[in-house]
Each structure stands twice: as structure tokens, then as C-alpha cells.
DNA sequence: CCTTGTGTTCTCCG
DNA sequence: CCGGAGAACACAAG
């Protein structure tokens, strides 16, 4: 499940890669990730040159250079893998635990460059997608995401601003991306126990404190994930088809009945706003 | 049955 | 009765 930790370490290591790179083909092989007319799309593609990789939320978009760019989501189980030249296995170690195969059963769309150098776009569930977009289009779609955590606009201020009015809880409020992008239902979880708030109060109910402690989680567990390249807890990897360090440091998602690290009660799992939520009746208030 | 991200539809309330 | 907010639902596939 690709969040922004992720999502920014994919575009990061992308941006490393392929910055100037010509596309001199792209298949598709399973068309409804596509959001276009097939034909168009590849044509479309052929001899454009990415001059940037820009991210919003847990959106990719590459940038032309021409007022045009190609959005790519991947949703809860895409991937993106890069392979220089014919080199046909994306992990490091050939034999080791890492092992990427592309392209495998998997596989939804390839873009091959003019350098022989190839991005795979996998997708076991065949949620996400990929769009092409001109300039217009992509500023309306970036005006629906809500304030970016590592922003410079991402104050206390604008934070409080954010929050103010909402009627429900935080957990839907942490994974609204209207509101702030990027969060999903890990690093919402997460945050939460960081910020000792349970996740299925009331936004009303925050005092200012809680309301600076969400604040200050949110960098920090959003900062250190990205330090950590990002969590694989099902299918996540890099570009080169690695795992991210951050499942270790994780302290509630995916851990409802164990005991909490810190007070050793049992951590609840509940559903709020559609999701299971994880958290420890002691320590969050 | 479960899983999550997101878009749509429904419902409530002022 | 309209608009907005939020909840609920739908959908994707394994």
C-alpha cells in the first residue's frame, strides 16, 4: 500500500534514473489500467522526454516539458521497477530474498527508453492506473489534494485551519486527502499512536496541544518513513525492487490484539471510516 | 469473508 | 428545498 513515504521514495529514485530519458515504445498489456484510448496512449507516448517527476499526495505525475504528463497511482499494489538495458532482474541479489523478476504475471504496462533502459508499471490487483494529463488538467487535479506534510505551507497554522469545523473523527480526517494528502491507513495509525490521540475521537474534541502533537507526528513518523525508504508490509518496493526499512519501526498497523511496545496492554482493532484501526486504549487518549 | 484508495451516492441538517 | 458535509457504499482482485 504505496503512501507518501513511499510514493516520494519511488519518485526520488525515478528522477535519478530516467530525467531526460526519450520513450521510444510502451506496451500495454492489461488495458483497463489505462485511462485513454490504447492507441492514442502509445502514440501519445512515443518520443516524449521526461524532464520531471513531480508527486501530490500519493499521485506521480511525469512532466514533458510540454504542458503534458503522464499520471501514474498505484493504488494498493502497484509497483514501479526500473531495469537498465537488458539486465532483466530488478533486485541486487540474484538469488537472495529480493528477487524481482519484470517482466513477470504482474505486469501491466512497460515504457521502454531510446537507451534501451526499460520501467515496468506491475500491478498484482490491477487497481491503479495510468493517465495522461495536459497542464490544465493537472493543476485541477492537484487543487482537490488538501495541505502536503512536507510543505513548506504545512504550519501549525494551516493545519489548525485545516481541522477547524471538521465534525468527525481523526482517523477520517488523517485519511481525507482533500484535506492532507498523502496519509493513508498505516501512517494514519501511526501518527496517531505518536501523538498519544486516539484515532477515533472527534476532531472538535482537540485541545490545541493534541491538535500540535498530531501536528508534530505527522512530520516526524512522514519524515522517518521516507528516511526509512518507505514500508513493505505486502508488495511495496522500490524502483530497483526493494524492500523499505519502515515495517520495523512500526508500532500499531497491522498489530491489533499483540501487546503495546510501550505499556504492554493489548492494542485494539477497530473500524473507523471504513478501515481497520489499530490502537492502544492507554496510552492514546 | 478480508484487505485499502478513491470515486460515487445517499442521508442528514441547517 | 438547496447546498454542503460526512457517512455509506461500491469497486477493483486475490
Known amino acids: 500500500m504505496p503512501e507518501l513515504p513511499e510514493v516520494e521514495t519511488i519518485r526520488r529514485d525515478l528522477r535519478e534514473k530516467i530525467l531526460g530519458k526519450e520513450i521510444s515504445r510502451v506496451d500495454v498489456l492489461r488495458a483497463k ?47 514501479l521497477i526500473y531495469v537498465d538495458s537488458d539486465n ?23 515504457i521502454y527508453f531510446v537507451d534501451s533502459s526499460v520501467l515496468y508499471f506491475n500491478d498484482m490487483r490491477a487497481f491503479g492506473y495510468l493517465q495522461l494529463a495536459n497542464e490544465l488538467e493537472k493543476q485541477a487535479v492537484i487543487k482537490k489534494y488538501g495541505i502536503e506534510p512536507l510543505a513548506d505551507n504545512f504550519t501549525i497554522n494551516n493545519f489548525e485551519q485545516a481541522l477547524k469545523g471538521k465534525k468527525t473523527t481523526i482517523k477520517a480526517v488523517l485519511l481525507n486527502q482533500g484535506i492532507i ?12 499512536f505518536e501523538a498519544k490521540i486516539k484515532p477515533i475521537r472527534l476532531v472538535s474534541t482537540l485541545t490545541k496541544q493534541d491538535t500540535k502533537r498530531l501536528y508534530t507526528a505527522i512530520q516526524k513518523i512522514i519524515k522517518k518513513a521516507i528516511q526509512e525508504r518507505g514500508t513493505t508490509f505486502n508488495n511495496y518496493v ?47 487518549k
Do not use: W
Open 238 to 284: 522500490d524502483p530497483h525492487g526493494k524492500k523499505g526499512n519502515f515495517l520495523s519501526f512500526l508500532k500499531v498497523y497491522g498489530k491489533g490484539g499483540e501487546p503495546c511496545l510501550v505499556c504492554k496492554n493489548k492494542l485494539k482493532k477497530v473500524r473507523v471510516a471504513a478501515r481497520g484501526t489499530v490502537f492502544c486504549s492507554v496510552c492514546q
Open 181 to 192: 494528502s498523502g496519509i493513508g491507513n498505516i501512517y494514519a495509525d501511526e501518527v496517531c
Open 88 to 110: 532483466l532482474v530488478a533486485g541486487g541479489h540474484s538469488d537472495g530474498p529480493d528477487l524481482l523478476v519484470v517482466p513477470n504475471v504482474h505486469t501491466r504496462a512497460v
Open 33 to 79: 489500467i489505462v485511462r485513454a484510448d490504447h492507441g492514442r496512449f502509445k502514440n501519445f507516448l512515443k518520443n516524449k522526454k521526461i524532464k520531471d517527476i513531480d508527486r501530490v499526495g500519493k499521485l506521480l505525475m511525469f512532466d514533458f516539458g510540454d504542458q503534458h504528463h503522464l499520471f501514474v497511482h498505484l493504488k494498493m499494489t502497484g509497483q
